[in-house]
C-alpha cells in the first residue's frame, strides 16, 4: 500500500480547515512539502480543490487526528484499505487497440520506424498491437494508404503510453551495439600536435633571401637606368 493518502492537496485541504494540526504534520502526512502546505492555508495554492475528508473513505480515524491535535510531534498513521485489489493478470498476446483506433495504427507506425528506427518489429507491434506484415508494408511504402499516411506520436493517439514508449526505446539502445566505426571529428594527440618538422629547417634555408645578392642586383639595374639616361 502507498504510504501516501488518495488525492493528497485535497486530503490537504480538508485537514487545514477542519483540523487543529500543524503544517508539519499535515505535510508529514500527505507527503508534501511544509511549505506547500503553508502555502495552500494562505490561499496561493490549491485554489479550487475541494478537500477530502479522509475520515470518510477509511484513510484516518478521528483518533489519530485527535492524538495530533494535542501532541504537535505526533505524526499520523494512515489507516490500511479495507477494499484489497485484486493483482492484475500479466497481459499476453499483442496488445488490444480499439476499433475506432485502428485505422490510427500505419500512421504511429511511420512515426515509430522514423523516429526511433532502433525498434525491433517485435517492440512496435508491442507498443501499437499491430502485425509485421502491417509493419513491413508501412516500411516499404507498399501500405495502401501510404500517399495518406502523416506521422504521428502513438502516445498522442492514445495507443500506447510514454512510459512503455520510454521503456522500448531504453530497451532498444541497450541491445544496439555501439558503431565504433565512426567516432566524429577528435583533437589529435599531443604527441602529434607538438612534433617537429624533420624538413622544416631545410625548407627554411631554401626560402631565406640573401640580402647581398639582393642589394648587389638593385645597384646594378640602378646603374644601367643611369647609362640609359646618359644615352
Known sequence: MS???????????WLLDN???????VADFTKMH???????????AAQGIKGMDPLSNGQLTREE???GEKNPDYRLRLQESKVVLPPQPKRKGPRYTPVSRRHERPSAI???LRSHPELKDAQIMRLVGT???????VRDRTHWNTSQLTPIDPVTLGLC???????????????????????????LPASETTKKDEYEPAERSNDDLNVDAVFAKLKTLGGKKQDEEEE
Open 161 to 187: 503510453s510514454q512510459i512503455e514508449l520510454d521503456f522500448e526505446v531504453a530497451r532498444a539502445a541497450k541491445e544496439k551495439p555501439i558503431d565504433t566505426a565512426y567516432g566524429g571529428a577528435t583533437l
Open 19 to 25: 483540523t487543529a494540526l500543524t503544517f508539519d504534520q
Open 131 to 137: 502485425t509485421k506484415s502491417t509493419i513491413a508494408s
Open 3 to 13: 504510504n501516501a493518502p488518495l488525492m493528497p492537496k485535497a486530503t490537504a485541504v
Open 34 to 44: 511544509p511549505l506547500e502546505v503553508r502555502a495552500i492555508a494562505d490561499g496561493d
Open 110 to 112: 511511420l512515426w515509430l
Open 65 to 67: 487526528i485527535e492524538k
